[in-house]
Structures are given as C-alpha cells and as structure tokens.
C-alpha cells in the first residue's frame, strides 16, 4: 500500500485564522479524499481531491470554507478557513490502493484544535 | 441520503468470538467496508464485500446481504489488543467512502 504522510501532525489556532493541511503519496494515485473526524464520531468525507479541476464537495461542505489544491497525483493540501471552536477535529486524507482500488488507505491524520 | 447504523458500544471476553452488525437504508452502493479504528490512530482497513455472502481474512470476516440491507463482522479468537471502534462505510461509483456511527468494542480478560 501506498505510505501516506500528512503536516502538521495537530496544531493549536486562534478564532479567525487559517491552516493550511498538506498530505503526501509515496506514489502517484488518482484518487484523494479530505474527511473530518469531529471528538467522539465517525468519520464524513470532505470532499474529493481532484487532479487538474476543482473539488468535489460533499453536502454541507463549500469551497470558501475547505478551499482544496490537488497540483498532481501524488499530494494535495486542504485549508481550514476562519476557524471557530466547531472546526476543532481530526483531518484525514486517504488514497486508493494501488493494487486494488476497491480499498482505500488513510493518512496519520491531523488534529486541530481551535482556541 | 444514506442511514449506516452500528451498535454504539460492544463488550466481549478475550478468547471469544463477537459479530459487530451494521444496517443500512441506500439507494445503490460499490461495496460495504470495515475499518478498525484504535484511540488516537488512523482508522485501518479491514475487509470489503461486494457481492453477498462471507469474505474471510484471517481472524476477520465479514458478512453482506444486499437484499436485507446488512453486514456484519466477526471477530474470532479475540485479543485484547483487538480493543477499537469498528466503522462500516459504503462505497460509491467514485470510491467516496460513507461511514457509519461506528463500534467501540471493548476486549475483557
């Protein structure tokens, strides 16, 4: 499977700002997601990364708010913008397995905390 | 809309097997997955079906049936370290994955 790595790790920020998340492939895939894991719940997918056009955003999930870049197949980067305390979560991007692309592998994930 | 529903929580004892269900109301689905989820870690991909019946990968299966909307995993020969959430997910024509509420089990000695 593809090793996935994302930065920052978790980060601590003020009401107001943005952060910028960036998730990296050891290998070109076609397929990235961006998912929210909100304290104590499931997962809900953000929306899909999309190489070359725009994101693809799932119902209650608008690109001004998780505006998306996808510059090539092997990273892209998801930014959280003017943060409130409801946007505290954990951001998970995942790729498709190369071999079968049925199954889908997650990045480490990071944690932000708003302030 | 999708509905995906897991038992919040589940005890079983070391040794024993324990069956996570998961139900679910959709219009059309790929295939149905299983993640295993430990505190603080990424979720950890388990098992999938695509046609009825029971897919067996090791310790773990998992069961579908499409015509009466449900799935279930069995863990056998349980660890301790098999101590987690257990997340089934839909998957669509493009791969997005929908997950449901999710299964915290709990592995007693």
């Known amino acids: 499977s593809a090793v996935i790595s994302q930065k920052p790790s978790r980060d601590i920020c003020q009401r107001g700002t943005s952060l910028t998340i960036q998730c990296q492939v050891d290998s070109q895939v076609t397929m990235m997601f961006w998912y929210r894991q909100q304290p104590g719940q499931s997962l809900t997918l953000i929306a899909t990364a999309n190489q070359g056009s725009e994101a693809t955003y799932e119902s209650g999930f608008v690109i001004d708010k998780f505006p998306i870049s996808r510059p090539n197949l092997t990273f892209s980067t998801l930014t959280v913008s003017n943060m409130s305390p409801e946007d505290s979560s954990i951001y998970l991007c995942s790729v498709e397995d190369l071999i079968d692309s049925m199954e889908q592998f997650f990045g480490p994930g990071t944690r932000l905390t708003v302030l | 809309g999708q509905n995906i529903d897991q038992p919040t929580e589940m005890t079983a004892t070391e040794g024993a097997i324990v069956q996570i269900n998961c139900t679910y109301q959709?219009?059309?689905?790929?295939?149905l997955f299983w993640y295993q989820q430990h505190a603080g870690e990424a979720p950890t991909f388990l098992s999938y079906n695509v046609l009825d019946g029971l897919e067996e990968k090791g310790r773990f299966s998992s069961f579908l049936s499409r015509s009466k909307g449900y799935s279930y995993l069995l863990l056998k020969e349980l660890q301790m370290k098999d101590s987690a959430s257990y997340l089934c997910?839909?998957?669509?024509?493009?791969?997005?994955?929908?997950f449901g509420t999710g299964t915290l089990l709990a592995v007693q000695p």
């Open positions: 959709t219009s059309g689905f790929n295939g």
């Open positions: 997910a839909l998957g669509g024509a493009t791969n997005k994955l929908i």
